[in-house]
């Protein structure tokens, strides 16, 4: 996995943009896989919540 940024993208005056641009999409990333996580579980445990396991 990598992450290229070009350099148009920086902008030297609004260095908190690409933070929080780059934050709110890993942030985003990691819920969505929660939630795939926990659907894929609910499928293979036949929908019982196992403490630890599902949320």
Excluded at 17 to 26: D, S
Excluded at 29 to 37: I, M, T
Aim: hydrophobic share 35%; aromatic share 0%; proline share 7%.
């Amino acid at each position: 996995m990598s992450i290229k940024i070009e350099p148009e993208a920086l902008d030297p005056s609004h260095p908190d943009k690409l933070e929080k641009l780059l934050l709110k999409t890993i942030a985003s990333a990691l819920e969505d896989s929660k939630k795939l996580a926990n659907e894929r579980l609910g499928e293979v445990t036949n929908g019982i919540n196992i403490p630890g396991l599902t949320s």
